[in-house]
């Protein structure tokens, strides 16, 4: 067993996998609680951890007593396993200073999935990215802001928009529900926010129409289902990437 942890700009994802097969998912704040959500005996074969933020080192301490082996997964840990000449990570060999853990995992492993071909891979989270990877070649991406972030903004830099949760609004609707023109603020913002959104994603599809797009990350559900072309949905992509990393790399 592998417990691996993908730690966001907002909040914390771990699962425990049984090679490739996901057995248990945890989502928390505060990436030291994942401690509580295991086993006082637990241990593991080994700890994988990608993150995008700091956090308390007791952290990392504590998961190299879990496992027999921990990898911290970031860019220096790709460039120093490139350069033994570790082919595992031949999909990321093109990547820029200061990229992000989880835009490598999701990068690795929708390369693992589609090995031939253009892909277009975009996250949902915090942040919006889209990633362009040709024959598992990374070429460059994208970042804006993501759904929720979208919505802080507006109540932070604005005095009469109060600070409201699209996915409360989502509990509700569907994307097919969003009408272009909005009557009230709640609408007003789904439509300018949420259909905004879908309306990037077919802007780059109608760009790039030769290339496969996977959609992950949180709000990813949001869209799957509901765009003009038919997209991959991979919910869990970069704690997969994380998983098949944990379980090929020595």
Known sequence: MNLIIDIGNTSCKAAIYDGMVPKTFFRIENPLDIFGQLGN?????????????????????????LAGSFI??????????????NTLFNSLDNMPDGMGADRMAAIYEASRLYPQGKLMVFDFGTATTVEFIDNSHYEGGSISLGLA???????????????LRPMDFMKNHTLGDISTVGYDLDTALAS???????FEIEGYMAANPDRK?????????????????????????????LAHIAMNNE
């Open 192 to 198: 300018g926010n949420i259909l905004g959104i879908k």
């Open 41 to 65: 005996d637990e241990k593991f074969d080994k700890v994988v951890l990608s993150s995008v933020r700091n956090y308390d080192e007791k952290l990392n301490e504590g998961l190299k007593k």
């Open 213 to 241: 797009v996977i959609l992950t990350g949180g709000d990813a559900v949001f869209y799957a289902g509901h765009l003009s072309k038919e997209v991959r949905h991979e919910q869990h992509l970069v704690l997969n990437g």
């Open 72 to 85: 911290d997964f970031n860019l220096d840990y790709v460039r120093e396993q490139l350069a033994n000449g």
């Open 149 to 163: 972030t979208r919505y802080r903004a507006l109540a932070h830099f604005t005095q009469k928009i109060p600070l």
